[in-house]
């Protein structure tokens, strides 16, 4: 069953994910591949009607005069603009065509989401013969990665769901009305709600001194990957069978940051760059359900985890980096964050709003949390269906930002694994870097052999 929107107001962590997407391109791009050409306006057709189903496609964000309040999501209908068909023939042209659309962001108040449609590619990697390709684009706001691949999941499976209504929402002068009579008590949980956190980040800095808690990361030393595109965005696939990624004791998400770790060390040398001793990645980690302290669609931390490229020995680099990783989610787990994230809540929707705009994006950091960013998540089972052809892979692409200038991908569908890369020709050479990380996951392999 797809995700419900928990409520009809955004929470303060997905209305800070919408305000800032006006400032910073954030939306996700789901591809989806299907073995077989499909007839395009049927399909688009049969889309449409799918969506009407979906409660959280039935939807758009109406903000609060003033920003007395969050803005709130209201219903609308899906309409045929929502699914662009496009007749790219080729799969190159097809991932060109994705990067393109990446600086064409959804209107969140208008509709969070669109989908791209090519009815017929030649060359997806393991179709038959022609294939049609699905790139569903959701503001952030709408989903994180997890919440977003369950979007794409009703969309496509075999069976359609069940029928749910989006969640009703009170006008607009009402919601500024119930916003300025809330402000008293909002102001009140702020001020307890900090000191709430206040109390567990002690408790987290003592737990750390005495080695009951890792440590956080440190801040690392900026690379010439540490900076923001240059001329237009690439992206590239890199697709695997999943057992080439699943054998030995590691996960596919630790194996794919070690061949990553490889990749970046070996460009980083190929451009005359240092390939510095805190070589890291900035990974996505969900926060587990039971974990989650208010309803907010994007539920998930950045964990700077080290790559450890002074490890020459591969198979002990993966124990390292899974450790790292381990160490980043043991720290996550502690109240703090949980209670901060309340603490959040409570906020003002202008204050959130204010510090948004106000904030300088355009800085040269001193430091960064990750020389990359890593983006991991496993899209279940190979039983969806477009046109009555079956998935034959999926695949991502993280943003770009200001302080990254090369991203990557892991998803999963099936017994099929796809690590993306998302840059621009003025930062890296994307199809030398399709290369190195092909090249890279070959000798993970071999290191456990």
Not at 104 to 109: E, F, I, N, P, S
Not at 209 to 238: D, E, H, Q, Y
Not at 264 to 271: F, K, Q
Not at 434 to 440: I, M, Q
Request: hydrophobic share 45%; glycine share 8%; aromatic share 4%.
């Amino acid at each position: 069953m797809p995700p419900r929107l928990s409520g009809a107001r955004l929470t303060a962590v997905d209305a800070r994910m919408f305000w800032l997407s006006r400032r910073l391109p954030s939306d996700q791009f789901l591809l989806y591949a299907f073995d077989g050409g499909v007839d395009g306006p049927a399909v688009a057709r049969g889309l449409l009607a799918r969506a009407e189903t979906v409660a959280d496609l039935c939807v758009r964000i109406r903000e609060t005069p003033a920003a007395l309040d969050y803005p709130y999501w209201v219903p609308r209908s899906p309409t045929p603009d929502l699914v662009r068909s496009d007749d790219t023939a080729d799969w190159q042209g097809c991932l060109d065509r994705v990067a393109a659309s990446t600086a064409d962001r959804v209107d969140a108040t208008v509709s969070p989401w669109r989908l791209h449609l090519f009815p017929a590619v030649t060359g997806v990697p393991g179709a038959s013969g022609l294939a049609a390709v699905a790139v569903l684009q959701v503001a952030h706001a709408l989903a994180d990665g997890g919440s977003a691949s369950m979007l794409a999941r009703a969309l496509f499976a075999a069976d359609p769901p069940v029928p749910a209504p989006p969640p009703g929402a009170p006008s607009a002068p009402v919601a500024a009305a119930l916003g300025v009579l809330g402000l008293p008590a909002r102001v009140v949980r702020t001020a307890r709600r900090a000191r709430d956190a206040a109390a567990a980040d002690r408790d987290r800095r003592e737990a750390t001194a005495s080695g009951r808690l890792p440590a956080p990361p440190i801040g690392r030393t900026p690379t010439v990957l540490s900076r923001p595109a240059r001329g237009a965005v690439a992206v590239r696939c890199v697709v695997f069978p999943a057992d080439v990624l699943t054998g030995g004791s590691v996960s596919v998400t630790v194996a794919a940051l070690t061949a990553i770790s490889v990749a970046l060390a070996d460009h980083l040398t190929a451009v005359g760059a240092e390939v510095p001793a805190d070589l890291g990645a900035e990974v996505t980690v969900a926060i587990p359900p039971a974990s989650r302290t208010v309803p907010a669609r994007n539920a998930f931390h950045n964990a700077g985890v080290d790559l450890h490229p002074d490890v020459g020995d591969l198979a002990r680099r993966a124990d390292a980096i899974a450790a790292s990783l381990h160490d980043r989610r043991r720290r996550f787990e502690h109240p703090a964050f949980g209670l901060g994230d309340r603490a959040t809540e409570a906020v003002p929707a202008a204050v959130i709003r204010r510090d948004v705009a106000r904030a300088d994006l355009d800085a040269r950091p001193t430091t960064v949390g990750g020389h990359t960013v890593v983006s991991s998540v496993r899209r279940g089972p190979a039983d969806l269906v477009l046109g009555g052809h079956p998935v034959l892979m999926t695949a991502g692409f993280p943003a770009l930002s200001p302080a990254v200038g090369l991203t990557h991908g892991v998803h999963g569908i099936g017994d099929t694994v796809t690590l993306s890369v998302t840059t621009s020709v003025g930062v890296v050479d994307p199809d030398a870097y399709a290369t190195r990380l092909r090249h890279a996951v070959e000798r993970v392999v071999e290191s456990r052999q």
